[in-house]
């Protein structure tokens, strides 16, 4: 038998005839029942909203803290894998990377858990899905996922006293942050280098030629923002920051003014709340602190710019002629406006992410480059939203042409628009991306949200994606030209345009290494006792060796595990000779379909090309 005809066989909607057990097996699938309303004051907390969003079988709470005025958004959902995260708007001021080496310092032991690295210590204490701390170009955040109600408690009350009481010991800022110590610490002979979890970690971002081209077009592209610095920190600026430098920060940002709280599943919302209150009723509302007010869109450009960027040599080169990077990247509307942002990222897509796309019509099967820039597509990490669009692995003499072929798609994209067919498909997989379901769900949903609401949007709103998706198609009904409009508005007429150029140096990295060599003599020429730099090197490592005392953590027992298995309810069927297995869950509207051929039947000269065929059938 064919191979399609079987699959065909299988798959044929009309031969199916277990509806009626389908129908006996399938309960209404409700909304979370909430007993909050709006109005209401929960342990400190006032509701502020409270918004179904049938679409993903959830309730959106939103809260505000009264004495601190916090922000907290509750996501109500029959989810057995609860979210709980914290994040505050982290905004540099130079390249230090203060927020990075804050958020490795402050995961360094606290008041009430003075154990160094808590967060690894937990993971054979705990049953968490997910543990993680995040440093974006504007915030910071620190997350955790778990089933275990217990254990959401016990990893709440680490991340709490992480952030709001951490120890920032001067010794783990001089183990996370930077320090100067002998090569080998125990032998004072040795020569002196600079050393550091956080430095040595961005010497290798550094080092990566893709990472250096997309951050200096982020920074060269808004160079008036605090987008203009590396909020990572950049090894050459990082010995810059002091010990003291650090706690300030902390001090200024880790307020839980500044905060924005996040939880996500089953558990009840009341219980987290009287924890939270519990630790958030010692502050006071600081005004003067809050930052997402503060953070100002860059001002538009009068006419384009362009920026050159060296990197080191690459490891491996398909043709040496061809070692160029060109992009062309454009800075957008503003990330508060949600509707032009669902629009953008629209637009954006159609432009870069198909096969049909028009720019990989016009410039990856011309075979100019081997692949897209790095970054290339559209940006929403920052305040105002990004483009970026170019080829790597192009010829020295190809930069004036790539650059002439973006210009001319733009303008042939303004005058004839996009395919149906590929706007469609679009709107397909972007409804089954946001409404496919796995199991970390709601670390997905707070990761997409916090870039807005950091700068003070609608959370909520966020969510509604499918109020945006009808809104647009009746937009495109009353308007076909809509995404023509916008290619001709914020591209064709958008001076705010950065040309780069990225080249090989040979001796970049020999470069970068008589740098950090004449930093650290720099700074050894500042430093009065260079004793100092021995005792200290060896009482630090005194202290990565001792032992810890883990007992001051939180744990688990076995009486705290559920020992009941949850099963799911699976009816077992057949079409013809096939056996069928039908499996009804809350998954958001979407049908899961898995099928196991038997390809016996296939002629062995055919059997060399399913792969293929695999690979063809499922995409």
């Not at 008036?224 to 200024?252: R, V």
């Not at 996040?262 to 987290?272: E, K, V």
């Not at 470069?511 to 003599?521: A, D, F, I, V």
């Not at 060796?545 to 953590?553: G, I, K, P, R, T």
Request: hydrophobic share 35%.
């Amino acid at each position: 038998m064919n191979l399609l005809r079987l699959c065909h066989r299988i798959i044929n909607p009309t031969r199916f005839t277990l509806n009626r057990q389908l129908q006996q097996l399938s309960a209404t699938q409700r909304l979370p029942s909430s007993s909050v309303s709006v109005g209401q004051e929960i342990h400190g907390y006032i509701v502020k909203e409270v918004t179904p969003i049938p679409e993903f079988r959830l309730t959106a709470i939103k809260l505000q803290h009264k004495l601190t005025g916090c922000q907290h958004l509750h996501v109500d959902r029959e989810h057995k894998n609860n979210v709980w995260s914290v994040a505050f708007q982290t905004t540099p001021k130079d390249d230090t990377g203060v927020a990075h080496i804050l958020e490795h310092t402050a995961l360094c032991g606290s008041e009430k858990f003075p154990c160094r690295d808590p967060f690894f210590k937990m993971t054979n204490r705990s049953m968490a899905t997910f543990m993680n701390a995040f440093t974006a170009s504007d915030w910071t955040m620190y997350a955790f996922s778990t089933q275990n109600q217990k254990d959401y408690f016990n990893l709440m009350s680490v991340y709490l006293d992480a952030v709001l009481h951490p120890k920032l010991d001067e010794y783990d800022f001089m183990q996370e942050g930077w320090r100067l110590e002998h090569e080998k610490p125990d032998d004072p002979k040795s020569p002196i280098v600079i050393k550091g979890v956080v430095f040595n970690e961005m010497k290798g971002v550094f080092s990566d030629s893709h990472q250096v081209y997309a951050r200096r077009i982020q920074n060269n592209l808004m160079p008036t923002s605090t987008y203009q610095y590396e909020s990572g920190g950049d090894p050459e600026a990082i010995p810059t920051l002091t010990w003291n430098n650090l706690k300030e920060f902390h001090a200024t940002h880790y307020h839980p003014s500044n905060g924005r709280f996040f939880t996500y599943g089953s558990f009840p919302l009341s219980d987290t709340l009287a924890y939270l209150n519990e630790h958030l009723q010692k502050y006071k509302q600081q005004k003067t602190k809050e930052k997402s007010s503060s953070l100002t869109e860059e001002t538009h450009w009068n006419k384009p710019r362009s920026v050159k960027i060296t990197c080191s040599p690459q490891s491996f080169v398909v043709d040496p002629t061809k070692t160029t990077t060109v992009s062309v990247s454009y800075l957008l509307g503003s990330i508060r406006d949600t509707w032009e942002t669902f629009l953008l990222n629209i637009v954006c897509s159609l432009l870069v992410d198909s096969e049909k796309s028009p720019f990989y019509k016009k410039l990856i099967i011309p075979n100019i480059g081997t692949n897209y820039s790095p970054d290339t597509g559209f940006g929403r990490h920052t305040l105002n939203t990004t483009f970026h669009v170019g080829l790597q692995d192009i010829a020295k003499d190809d930069v004036d042409r790539v650059i002439k072929l973006i210009e001319e798609t733009f303008e042939e994209v303004a005058k004839q628009g996009f395919e149906q067919s590929q706007i469609d498909a679009l709107l397909h997989q972007f409804e089954i991306g946001i409404k496919h379901q796995d199991e970390n769900f709601g670390l997905k949903i707070i990761l997409g949200l916090i870039y807005s609401w950091i700068h003070g949007t609608d959370p909520i709103d966020s969510l509604q994606v499918t109020k945006y998706l009808e809104r647009f198609n009746d937009e495109m009904k009353s308007n076909p030209k809509l995404l023509q409009d916008i290619v001709e508005k914020h591209f064709l007429k958008n001076n705010h345009k950065l040309i780069a150029t990225m080249n090989i140096d040979s001796d970049y990295a020999e470069k970068k290494k008589q740098r950090e060599s004449q930093l650290c003599q720099q700074l050894l020429s500042q430093c009065e006792n260079k004793q100092l730099i021995y005792d200290k090197g060896l009482e630090l490592q005194k202290r990565q060796s001792a032992v810890q005392n883990v007992d001051v953590l939180p744990t688990l027992s076995i009486a705290d595990i559920d020992k009941k298995v949850i099963r799911i309810p699976i009816i077992q069927g057949q079409i013809g000779n096939t056996y069928v297995q039908l499996c009804e869950r809350p998954t958001n509207g979407i049908t899961y379909f898995r099928c196991l051929l038997n390809t016996f039947q296939l002629p062995n000269e055919l059997k060399p090309y399913l792969p293929l065929f695999v690979n063809i059938l499922t995409k």
